[in-house]
């Protein structure tokens, strides 16, 4: 897979994922050092073939051949919740197809403290390099799973007493209303049309966030990133050891 960005491509660098770089001549000179300091072959070439390869030209100079990216599995997102001695926080996207939006959730995610991402096989965007530059890097850190049926999924996850909160603009209940001190599962659902019936009416709580301008309503990455930090800093404070 070809991976570009800088950020995503540190961050594949560091995690010892990338086989040749692709880098533009003329590019700056500091940038350049610090790619040597990879054992990774450089090559270079005009930017308009990496334009031309990318298919845009917000590459920033820089370009990786990578390993695929792989999906992780729910049990290793509990898994991680368990190792870091936490309480559950799992984001479930139900029908996030931009993958722009997908990679800016993989991002806020990582980034605030959450423990994994879940989408459903047919309803979501790939694992592409789009969503690896729009997540920064975060994906080489955060689980991010596949699971082939979202609502059994969640019904799963509330038999391990997981509560499920969906994300819906025209929920009556505030987001500063709920507990978030317990095991926890939030929905977000597609740009425009939102969560699914069926999943919408497995959620435990629908919770909306309040707008106070003319537009009245947040995009998917957006929505998620104001869940996600509320529902963290809503937490106690674990005392360091």
């Not at 368990?82 to 939006?101: A, F, H, S, Y």
């Not at 926890?184 to 629908?206: H, N, T």
């Not at 104001?226 to 360091?240: E, G, N």
């Amino acid at each position: 897979m070809l991976l570009y960005g800088r950020n995503p491509v540190l961050e594949a660098l560091q995690g010892g994922r990338v086989s040749e770089l692709l880098v533009a001549k003329g590019i700056e000179e500091s940038f350049v050092r610090e790619l040597k300091t990879f054992d990774v072959r450089l090559k270079f070439a005009p930017r308009i073939e990496l334009d031309q390869l990318a298919g845009t030209t917000q590459h920033q100079g820089v370009m990786a051949e990578v390993e695929d990216l792989e999906w992780a599995t729910v049990d290793d997102i509990l898994d991680r919740a368990d190792e870091k001695g936490e309480q559950l926080l799992m984001i479930l996207l139900d029908g996030v197809t931009d993958p722009r939006n997908f990679g800016a959730i993989i991002r806020s995610a990582e980034v605030l403290g959450a423990h994994g991402v879940v989408v459903e096989e047919r309803r979501s965007a790939p694992l592409s390099a789009v969503v690896a530059k729009a997540a920064a890097g975060a994906t080489s850190y955060l689980p991010v799973a596949q699971t082939k049926n979202l609502p059994r999924l969640i019904d799963q996850l509330k038999e391990d007493n997981v509560w499920i909160y969906g994300a819906a603009g025209e929920a009556a209940t505030d987001l500063r209303r709920l507990d978030y001190d317990r095991k926890l599962a939030l929905v977000i659902g597609a740009e425009g049309e939102g969560m699914r019936r069926l999943v919408r009416e497995k959620c435990d709580e629908l919770v909306s966030i309040a707008v106070r301008g003319q537009i009245k309503s947040l995009n998917a990455g957006v929505a998620a990133g104001i869940l996600i930090h509320h529902a963290v800093s809503s937490r106690p404070v674990k005392a360091k050891p």
